[in-house]
């Protein structure tokens, strides 16, 4: 069962970061080191002091990427509502969260969404400075940064409106795309799309997922809220759902947000939303409409890349690939690579963001 803790490491903050946000900093930090008086030091370690306390606050980033052009600090000021009424087609938005060490996973997604003719659609709800300027230089318009930053001091003194903001960010940035009216696919990024999505989204339900459960199940399984397995709730993935902008759909998301409140907080509970998700569908589950995707188009990490057999018996139904039920950047990166999923080394170009 402790499998379930790591369905979803995306936001993991024990992660090393692999892509250490400014290598050459710390270069340029490193000759002068040698040659400083005591003074010197104390002046640079205030500064130091000043650049990781004080700017935080300020919301300064700009200061903290001097190579920042204006052209690019001007995508602070771009909101959620400009971003999604930009991005929108048909009515509908396809959103993800994701910090900087994720880039490869968002160029890798991207691909195969492009793929499928949907790009235009794709807003990038960005964690970090980083991430909104890299995407939005490349792909102007496509990212927005919902303020403040969750790395900011705020998000992480426990009980304080800063941190419980941070706790609920997904689905409020969720819950303020369909109160401004759009359809809503969220996605995490570990994600590869074979076929295109929406044929399956089809009839008037209010919230469509997952079920992140590994047991084979019929083709014409129910489409119902599966039953509470063990822990009193059911397994259904917080990593994909489409919802459209009802009072059934809204209701969920508040009802989740209100759940991750009452959740108390830990390191590792607040890397996984998804306990709150299934608690939220199941105490809404009269009053909206909620509609289970089917398996074998939405299969599971955990069935998909572990059971060729029900890979043979369901080829050509996969929609969307989860590569989830592994823990870690690199294993999730050669799993991909092995199944033939991971398409930034070749096909880079295809992307809108190019090669990173
Ligand atoms: C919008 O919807 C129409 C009708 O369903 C469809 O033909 C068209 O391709 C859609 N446009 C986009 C950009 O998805
Ligand atoms: C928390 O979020 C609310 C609503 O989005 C916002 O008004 C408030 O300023 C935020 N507070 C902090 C401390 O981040
Ligand atoms: C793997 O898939 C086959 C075919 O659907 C199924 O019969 C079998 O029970 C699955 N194995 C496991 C371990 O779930």
Same mark, same amino acid.
């Given at each position: 069962?402790?499998?379930?803790?790591?369905?979803?490491?995306?936001?993991?903050?024990?992660?090393?970061?692999?892509?250490?946000?400014?290598?050459?900093?710390?270069?340029?930090?490193?000759?002068?080191?040698?040659?400083?008086?005591?003074?010197?030091?104390?002046?640079?370690?205030?500064?130091?002091?000043?650049?990781?306390?004080?700017?935080?606050?300020?919301?300064?980033?700009?200061?903290?990427?001097?190579?920042?052009?204006?052209?690019?600090?001007?995508?602070?000021?771009?909101?959620?509502?400009?971003?999604?009424?930009? @991005?929108?087609?048909?009515?509908? @938005?396809?959103?993800?969260?994701?910090?900087?060490?994720?880039?490869?996973?968002?160029?890798?997604?991207?691909?195969?969404?492009?793929?499928?003719?949907?790009?235009?659609?794709?807003?990038?709800?960005?964690?970090?400075?980083?991430?909104?300027?890299?995407?939005?230089?490349?792909?102007?318009?496509?990212?927005?940064? @919902?303020?403040?930053?969750?790395?900011?001091?705020?998000?992480?003194?426990?009980?304080?409106?800063?941190?419980?903001?941070?706790?609920?960010?997904?689905?409020?940035?969720?819950?303020?795309?369909?109160?401004?009216?759009?359809?809503?696919?969220?996605?995490?990024?570990?994600?590869?799309?074979?076929?295109?999505?929406?044929?399956?989204?089809?009839?008037?339900?209010?919230?469509?997922?997952?079920?992140?459960?590994?047991?084979?199940?019929?083709?014409?399984?129910?489409?119902?809220?599966?039953?509470?397995?063990?822990?009193?709730?059911?397994?259904?993935?917080?990593?994909?759902?489409?919802?459209?902008?009802?009072?059934?759909?809204?209701?969920?998301?508040?009802?989740?947000?209100?759940?991750?409140?009452?959740?108390?907080?830990?390191?590792?509970?607040?890397?996984?939303?998804?306990?709150?998700?299934?608690?939220?569908?199941?105490?809404?589950?009269?009053?909206?409409?909620?509609?289970?995707?089917?398996?074998?188009?939405?299969?599971?990490?955990?069935?998909?890349?572990?059971?060729?057999?029900?890979?043979?018996?369901?080829?050509?139904?996969?929609?969307?690939?989860?590569?989830?039920?592994?823990?870690?950047?690199?294993?999730?990166?050669?799993?991909?690579?092995?199944?033939?999923?991971?398409? @930034?080394?070749?096909?880079?170009?295809?992307?809108?963001?190019?090669?990173?």
């Amino acid at each position: 069962m402790s499998q379930f803790l790591h369905q979803r490491p995306l936001q993991n903050p024990f992660f090393s970061d692999p892509y250490p946000i400014s290598p050459r900093t710390s270069a340029s930090f490193q000759r002068p080191m040698f040659l400083l008086n005591r003074t010197t030091l104390l002046l640079l370690l205030s500064l130091l002091v000043i650049l990781g306390v004080i700017l935080p606050w300020l919301g300064a980033p700009q200061f903290l990427f001097p190579n920042t052009p204006s052209s690019l600090a001007k995508w602070r000021d771009y909101t959620l509502p400009q971003a999604a009424s930009f @991005v929108a087609k048909n009515g509908t @938005v396809i959103v993800c969260a994701v910090s900087q060490p994720y880039l490869p996973f968002l160029n890798n997604w991207l691909i195969s969404i492009t793929r499928q003719k949907h790009q235009d659609k794709v807003l990038v709800i960005a964690e970090d400075y980083a991430t909104l300027y890299t995407v939005n230089q490349k792909w102007p318009g496509h990212a927005v940064l @919902v303020p403040p930053a969750p790395d900011s001091p705020t998000a992480h003194k426990f009980g304080s409106q800063g941190f419980f903001n941070f706790t609920s960010r997904r689905p409020r940035h969720l819950l303020h795309i369909l109160e401004l009216g759009y359809n809503v696919m969220y996605n995490d990024v570990d994600m590869v799309w074979l076929k295109d999505p929406f044929p399956y989204v089809n009839g008037n339900h209010d919230v469509y997922f997952t079920d992140d459960m590994t047991a084979v199940k019929p083709l014409d399984h129910s489409h119902d809220l599966p039953p509470p397995g063990k822990k009193g709730r059911p397994y259904i993935c917080s990593c994909m759902i489409y919802m459209r902008p009802t009072a059934g759909a809204k209701l969920v998301m508040k009802k989740w947000i209100e759940e991750l409140q009452a959740e108390p907080w830990s390191r590792a509970k607040k890397a996984n939303d998804q306990p709150g998700f299934n608690w939220a569908l199941m105490k809404t589950a009269g009053q909206a409409d909620l509609y289970l995707l089917p398996q074998a188009a939405f299969p599971t990490g955990g069935l998909y890349f572990k059971n060729k057999t029900w890979v043979k018996e369901t080829k050509g139904m996969h929609a969307i690939i989860h590569n989830n039920y592994i823990i870690g950047f690199e294993k999730k990166i050669k799993r991909f690579h092995d199944f033939g999923l991971w398409l @930034v080394d070749d096909h880079a170009e295809e992307s809108p963001l190019g090669r990173l």
